[in-house]
T-cell receptor
């Protein structure tokens, strides 16, 4: 099956700093990547959708200036949390969709746990 | 807006028995996908089974099968011969079908499945 990696798996940062999370599709070209956020014991909430070479589309309530998404290539998307605060602490998960026809399964990365002190 | 409801926060089943997890959804669309994902303690999202709304036949994957009732907007997951490795959070998810495939998943709140040895 298709493999998606995320780096780092865990990150701890001080309040006010910026953190970058990478999402890579290792064995397929990802035309679309998605970023989700999961609070403890809660469900996944879609934050944004990014298509290669285009600006990301953000869900309602997600600050695009705070969560910067770049999808510069068909195998890499990055999420940068700018000026992080403790309330940004969460589990961030990416998924990637490849160039398949109707069977457009999303493949998930292992997630990144962000802790803001 | 689409919503996905999982009314069972937690379910428990004896090893080797059968368990059914419930999921209902609300949508005005006629063409969409439904999924069940498993999230073990590692937090890695694993696709269990998928169903395309235009298909009347219920999807099956080995011990996993669904009961898809389109008119009732119901999509339950049956796990037969439960195994200890099935213990996890199970999320029901919905995605509208669009030609570009650039739509993220809407998840339910999840059901925590416990397998009793």
């Amino acid at each position: 099956g298709a493999v998606v990696s995320q780096h780092p798996s865990r990150v701890i940062c001080k309040s006010g700093t910026s953190v970058k999370i990478e999402c890579r599709s290792l064995d397929f070209q990802a035309t679309t990547m998605f970023w989700y956020r999961q609070f403890p014991k809660q469900s996944l909430m879609l934050m944004a959708t990014s298509n290669e070479g285009s600006k990301a589309t953000y869900e309602q309530g997600v600050e695009k200036d705070k969560f910067l998404i770049n999808h510069a290539s068909l195998t890499l998307s990055t999420l940068t949390v700018t000026s992080a605060h403790p309330e940004d602490s969460s589990f961030y998960i990416c998924s990637a969709r490849g160039r398949l026809a109707r069977t457009d399964t999303q493949y998930f990365g292992p997630g990144t746990r962000l802790t803001v002190l | 807006a689409q919503t996905v409801t999982q009314s069972q926060p937690e379910m428990s089943v004896q090893e080797a028995e059968t368990v059914t997890l419930s999921c209902t959804y609300d949508t005005s669309e006629s063409d969409y996908y439904l999924f069940w994902y498993k999230q073990p303690p590692s937090r890695q999202m694993i696709l269990v089974i998928r169903q395309e709304a235009y298909k009347q036949q219920n999807a099956t994957e080995n011990r996993f099968s669904v009961n898809f009732q389109k008119a009732a907007k119901s999509f339950s997951l049956k796990i037969s011969d439960s195994q200890l490795g099935d213990a996890a959070m199970y999320f029901c998810a919905y995605r509208i079908y669009s030609g570009g495939g650039a739509d993220g998943l809407t998840f339910g709140k999840g059901t925590h499945l416990i397998i009793q040895p």
